[in-house]
């Protein structure tokens, strides 16, 4: 790493210790003076360096500001705020909070105050740390809230409150808050009415339907704002806005995939820091009649079963999924359709490979860097393949689909940014095949190695189920309300299998079956940066090379 010029340096006293304190344009680092050993395993080790040293990178400083000391008094034996004044011999200090790792992708905002005895010194550090923190232009400074009091267990507001705004206020980012009164609340708003050239991000507090609501109202604003009509259009337009997840629902699934855990504070972190991450997103049609969008899960068959069967015992809180999956797994249905696909080219790898997407993902980035024509990349595609048979699920990951219950995820090399979905088909097999097909998204085993599951990483896709063949989505319904509809009346327990299924998308239940999905690379960004590997920020000592 190239050494960088100091801008500061300068002896700094912390907690009463005496600190080299230095900044360049980089990183912000401190160590102690004294030597202090540490006794590791039965010997003594390190120096005064490895005991004392700190590196905090600038782009992860959240604030600085002059600190005025609580200091208690001597005479009236309480505390009192001492207010600092530009006097020689009055201790000075200012406070830098920054980004501290914990275990587990958490982040918190962590402080530390120097102390100096020179006022001008000590202005001098608190306008060269805020000229740094100016310069970094990704930093949002004005953002748009909208919270679900409903959202899981009903904490949003509560959440916002006292989790996030003191993060926010204490990065001086502006912010105007809107708590929904009712679903669609927050889409309609952004769709329609939002003054979005005052922001420059948009924070969504809740589950992922509200994320889902942010994510269509956004993507539809700037199409209608650019004559783009999402009915028909094959290309559309990416957002200039970001959208920021604050987690407060009872499925937290995208936050959980694009930040690498759920918690508010961390995403607020991630948010004032001005991260930024790319993310696909699907666009769901039929007849070229425009649906929904999906960033995560489609899924046919099994999961639109599960889903379809969970709405109906909401009352249950969050144990029906647990109730729906064992139902839906025992009535153990395949439908059956027909599926066209076209493959990505061999440069996105495939679903089987060992490498998964992470923080600065190299493959989804060769997709922002690669300069390929319009018509080069189409021809880097491969042809459209067609694929028919009886299902038991079709599903079209577009993120490992990773969450705290399922870590791998349901397809675990998947990348959130690469214009690309893998679509996994499992094909009719046995409840004990199945079940084992099921048990490997838990353990270390490749879930895709059997027989009777397919895996594509595919651009585009196309369903369509054996009774719509020459048909509309109408006259299967009446067929299949004259089919089973009156035989079910007489006996509702007959456990006739319906002839299809419905989609499930990112938790929605689509009103059509017969659908064409295209993945629009890089369509939105979330101020979010992926699940980290361990970073060089991490690393001390490299850090103290810089
Ligand atoms: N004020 C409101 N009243 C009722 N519903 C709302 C309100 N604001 C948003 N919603 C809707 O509530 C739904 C669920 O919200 P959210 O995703 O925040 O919570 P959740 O507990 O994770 O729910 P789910 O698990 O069903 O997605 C969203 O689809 C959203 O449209």
């Known amino acids: 790493m190239e050494k960088q010029p100091r801008l500061l340096s300068s002896q700094l006293s912390l907690q009463n210790r005496v600190c080299d304190v230095t900044l360049n344009c980089v990183v912000l680092t401190w160590k102690e003076r004294e030597t202090t050993k540490k006794r590791v395993s039965g010997s003594f080790l390190g120096s005064s360096r490895a005991a004392g040293s700190h590196c905090v990178p600038v782009c992860e400083i959240i604030a600085v500001q002059e600190t005025t000391e609580a200091c208690q008094s001597n005479d009236a034996g309480r505390w009192q705020m001492v207010p600092q004044q530009p006097s020689e011999s009055e201790q000075h200090a200012f406070t830098v909070s920054y980004v501290e790792r914990m275990r587990g992708h958490r982040w918190r905002c962590s402080e530390v105050t120097f102390h100096c005895t020179d006022w001008r010194l000590c202005q001098q550090w608190i306008q060269t740390i805020k000229e740094q923190l100016s310069q970094l232009t990704s930093r949002p400074k004005s953002l748009l809230v909208y919270i679900n009091p409903y959202g899981g267990k009903q904490r949003g507001k509560w959440i916002y409150e006292h989790k996030v705004a003191p993060v926010f206020s204490r990065a001086s980012i502006s912010t105007d808050v809107i708590v929904t009164e009712c679903a669609n609340h927050a889409r309609n708003h952004l769709k329609k009415e939002a003054d979005l050239k005052k922001y420059d991000g948009v924070v969504c507090v809740g589950g992922d339907g509200m994320f889902s609501e942010i994510l269509h109202g ?3 604003r700037t199409q209608c704002d650019s004559g783009v009509d999402e009915n028909c259009a094959e290309t559309l337009v990416p957002s200039a806005l970001r959208i920021g997840i604050i987690p407060a629902g009872s499925t937290d699934c995208i936050c959980f995939a694009t930040v690498g855990t759920n918690d508010p504070v961390t995403s607020a972190l991630h948010i004032v820091i001005g991260d930024s991450q790319p993310m696909d997103v699907c666009s769901v049609h039929h007849n070229n009649t425009f649906l929904r969008y999906s960033v995560s899960l489609l899924g046919y068959g099994f999961f639109g079963d599960v889903l379809t069967d969970s709405e109906r015992k909401r009352w249950m809180g969050p144990a029906r999924y647990d109730i729906s999956g064992v139902k839906t797994f025992l009535s153990h249905r395949y439908y059956e359709g027909t599926i066209s696909f076209l493959p990505a080219a061999d440069i996105f790898g495939t679903p089987r490979d060992k490498i998964k997407c992470r923080s600065g993902c190299s493959v989804c ?26 299902f038991l699920a079709i599903n079209a990951a577009s993120m490992s689909c990773a969450c705290p219950r399922t870590p791998k995820g349901l397809s675990p090399a998947a990348h959130l940014a690469d214009g690309t979905t893998d679509l996994i088909l499992i094909r009719k097999c046995s409840r004990l095949d199945f079940l084992r097909h099921l048990l490997r998204h838990t353990n270390k085993d490749d879930q895709f190695d059997h027989t009777f599951v397919e895996v594509h990483r595919v651009q585009q896709f196309r369903f369509t189920p054996k009774h719509w063949e020459g048909g509309s989505e109408l006259d299967l319904c009446e067929s299949k309300n004259r089919l089973f509809g009156q035989i079910c009346r007489q006996q509702p327990v007959c456990g006739c299998a319906p002839a299809h299924s419905s989609w499930n998308c990112d938790g929605e239940i689509l009103p059509q079956t017969t659908i064409h999905v295209r993945v629009h690379c890089q369509l939105i960004k979330l101020f979010a940066r992926g699940i980290e590997e361990k970073t060089v920020f991490e690393d001390p000592y490299t850090l103290c090379a810089v």
């Open 365 to 390: 980035q060769k997709q922002s860097t690669e300069k390929l024509t319009e018509e080069e990349r189409e021809g880097s595609y491969g042809v459209w393949r067609v694929t028919r048979g009886k």
């Open 218 to 220: 956004l993507i539809s």
